[in-house]
């Protein structure tokens, strides 16, 4: 058990996983001497969370299967404050945009711990509002503020990079609140560990700071790395934006992609981060990326583990087998039409109108840009190279017809072995 609880800290180095932390012999002997209590927050900043929360959840399930207490914190108070980016100053969303997105944020943060009752250390969720809504601005301005030296807090870096175009008074004050809820819960459930990112390493530290200024208490804090990549591109996002963990707005389709398509140099670390693989796994995987890299062996671990916690193995299996399908290698007409669509929306895709009629294959493809032009189109289909729903077609003026639409009403286009696009028919055309 002992071993268990401090072992997490040994797996997370391991893992890369540590940038920062603040006492990292005390924080062992606390594992050591029992269970800890260890809280990570949210602010609902968007309808979903992202890559960037996903590594931070995934941190706190580490935590808790280590057997220390988990809660996660979403900040329905200071989600209407905002935390200070180095950019600008952010717009102030309405109140009850940010209601909508606590319950959508909570939500998801449910979906990685565990609440079961019968365990020794169910994770436990709270808002931040519930503590802060009633504060009287006189106690909170002689409770906390007093702990807070400005000149402490003009020295941090996100406010430098603020003092020269101006940062409101309401940024300014964030660190108080987020402090204030390290110290609420060190309070109510001895919380003794608050984990973040890099970025929120000074949010951090000021809260084990205001533990021991006000309480005399000791807390610790402990910050993962940025994820960065090897192009010098931003991690989490691709050509179409931000991926996010919720399926409406990234279908479980182009979230597979997005890990699938990591590169050779960056995919290690990935593993590493964001699944559950031992170090031995880890090892066969990296040494697989060496020899075979064709294989893509490592991206294919990392696309279903990832997309199996975030999405379930049924959506992941649905994904695996629409991806096979549009390569040629499996039945197109057995898919299901909402995973089909949402995967032919990631590729080159035609759509039809409603009452528009349907153009000659040679002309699809010429549409999707599969070819460059009709006589490209004619070359291809004579070759042989050209399939519709993975059966080759004869005649470039082969016009499809209703029979050919597969579920969700479309077509798939290929050309050669690789290169794929599909064709979305309104409803009205199916
Ligand atoms: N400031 C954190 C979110 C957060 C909010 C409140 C907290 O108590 C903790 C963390 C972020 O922007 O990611």
């Given at each position: 058990m002992t071993e268990r609880r401090t072992q997490v800290l040994d797996d997370l180095e391991s893992r890369g996983l540590i940038a920062h932390s603040t006492d990292?012999?005390?924080?062992?002997?606390?594992?050591?001497?029992?269970?800890?209590?260890?809280?990570?927050?949210?602010?609902?900043?968007?309808?979903?969370?992202?890559?960037?929360?996903?590594?931070?959840?995934l941190t706190l399930r580490r935590l808790q299967l280590a057997g220390h207490n988990p809660i996660g914190l979403v900040g329905g108070a200071t989600g209407l404050i905002g935390d200070p980016k180095e950019t600008s100053e952010r717009v102030l969303n309405p109140k009850d945009v940010v209601q909508e997105w606590v319950e959508k944020v909570r939500a998801q943060v449910e979906k990685f711990v565990d609440f079961d009752e019968s365990l020794p250390n169910?994770?436990?969720?709270?808002?931040?509002?519930?503590?802060?809504?009633?504060?009287?601005?006189?106690?909170?301005?002689?409770?906390?503020?007093?702990h807070f030296p400005v000149n402490r807090m003009l020295g941090r870096e996100v406010v430098k990079a603020r003092l020269e175009q101006g940062i409101s008074y309401t940024e300014f004050s964030y660190v108080l609140l987020q402090s204030l809820d390290y110290l609420e819960l060190y309070r109510r459930h001895n919380c003794t560990l608050q984990t973040g990112g890099s970025d929120q390493w000074g949010n951090l530290t000021a809260g084990v700071e205001l533990i021991r200024r006000s309480e005399?208490?000791?807390?610790?804090a402990l910050a993962t790395p940025l994820v960065t990549k090897a192009d010098g591109t931003k991690f989490g996002k691709t050509e179409s934006g931000t991926v996010w963990l919720d399926r409406e707005l990234t279908s479980p389709y182009a979230f597979y992609q997005f890990w699938f398509n990591t590169d050779d140099r960056d995919v290690m670390q990935l593993v590493r981060f964001y699944t559950f693989r031992t170090p031995e796994e880890i090892a066969a995987?990296?040494?697989?990326?060496?020899?075979?890299?064709?294989?893509?062996?490592?991206?294919?671990?990392?696309?279903?583990?990832?997309?199996?916690?975030?999405?379930?193995?049924?959506?992941?299996?649905?994904?695996?087998?629409?991806?096979r399908a549009l390569f040629g290698q499996?039945?197109?007409?057995?898919?299901?039409g909402s995973t089909l669509v949402a995967a032919l929306r990631?590729?080159?895709?035609?759509?039809?109108?409603?009452?528009?009629?349907?153009?000659?294959?040679?002309?699809l493809l010429v549409k999707s840009g599969l070819v460059a032009s009709k006589s490209a189109a004619r070359r291809t289909v004579a070759e042989g190279g050209g399939y519709l729903?993975?059966?080759?077609?004869?005649?470039?003026?082969?016009?499809?017809?209703?029979?050919?639409?597969?579920?969700?009403?479309?077509?798939v286009l290929r050309r050669g072995k690789r290169s794929f696009a599909g064709v979305l028919a309104s409803p009205a055309q199916g």
């Open positions: 990292p012999d005390a924080l062992r002997a606390s594992m050591a001497a029992g269970p800890i209590t260890s809280y990570v927050g949210f602010d609902p900043t968007a309808p979903s969370l992202h890559m960037g929360n996903l590594l931070q959840l169910p994770a436990r969720i709270v808002n931040n509002y519930d503590w802060t809504k009633d504060l009287n601005t006189l106690d909170f301005l002689r409770d906390i503020g007093k005399g208490g000791k807390a610790h995987l990296e040494q697989a990326t060496a020899e075979r890299p064709q294989a893509r062996e490592a991206q294919r671990v990392l696309a279903e583990d990832v997309t199996t916690l975030v999405h379930g193995e049924e959506q992941t299996r649905r994904v695996q087998e629409a991806s499996g039945e197109l007409a057995s898919l299901d990631e590729a080159p895709h035609v759509e039809l109108g409603a009452g528009e009629p349907m153009p000659t294959y040679g002309d729903n993975n059966e080759k077609v004869k005649d470039a003026e082969y016009v499809p017809g209703t029979d050919d639409l597969l579920p969700g009403g479309v077509l």
